[in-house]
Structures are given as C-alpha cells and as structure tokens.
C-alpha cells in the first residue's frame, strides 16, 4: 500500500556533508510525523531526527546542530541534510512515516529499506 525509497547515502570523508532523501508512495491518506533513524553494526536502532507535519523537529543530543531534518508535506518526502561528519555517524539510515492510507485511516509507522552512510578517510 505504501513505499518508502531512500536514497543519497554513501562514503564521506570526516567533516563531510551529505543529504539523504525519502519519498513514500501508494495510497496515502496523510502523514503525520516522519523520521530518520539509523542502526551501527551491534547496536540497536537510535532516533536520529524527527519531524511534525506543522514542522516541529526534534533532534538526538549526537547530531543537534549538524543535521537538519526537513519535509515537504505536497511531496510526502523527507530528508536530512548531515554536515560535518564523524566516523562515528557511520551507519545504515532508515526513514521512517506515520501514513494513513485511503484504505484506513488509521495512521500506521512505515519504514525504508534503509541506506548506507560511511565516514571515513
């Protein structure tokens, strides 16, 4: 019903910048709040950023002031511009969307396939 496609990851050197993008798809109703989170290897899943359908964003304490988390509502797509990397930001990032369909109102979470992100020299 609904599909979420990331894209932008990749390598970067230390104090580096990139910008990940999600855009969902299928029969969207609305979406309220969207998301970034991200998982290293041997770590669980971590909030990253989210953001409220009025625009109120929310940060982890480890990327409050380097990334930006934006939304395009006439879209449905969301993304995070990263700058100044660390190593220590390496890992797989995953969008996450509260959508309800035109199906069910109900609002549901709906999560991307996930995409790459490496920091290193």
């Known amino acids: 019903q609904v599909q979420l496609v990331e894209s932008g990851g990749g390598l970067v050197q230390p104090g580096g910048s990139l910008r990940l993008s999600c855009a969902a798809s299928?029969?969207?109703?609305?979406?309220?709040?969207m998301g970034w989170y991200r998982q290293a290897p041997g770590n669980e899943r971590e909030l990253v950023a989210t953001?409220?359908?009025?625009?109120?964003?929310n940060y982890a304490d480890s990327v409050q002031g380097r990334f930006t988390i934006s939304r395009d509502n006439a879209k449905n797509t969301v993304a995070l511009q990263m700058n100044s990397l660390k190593p220590e930001d390496t890992a797989v990032y995953y969008c996450?969307?509260?959508?309800?369909?035109?199906?069910?109102?109900?609002?549901?979470?709906?999560w991307g396939q996930g995409t790459q992100v490496t920091v290193s020299a």
């Open positions: 996450k969307q509260g959508v309800a369909t035109t199906i069910s109102l109900r609002f549901n979470d709906y």
């Open positions: 299928g029969s969207i109703f609305s979406i309220n709040v």
């Open positions: 953001i409220t359908r009025a625009g109120w964003s």
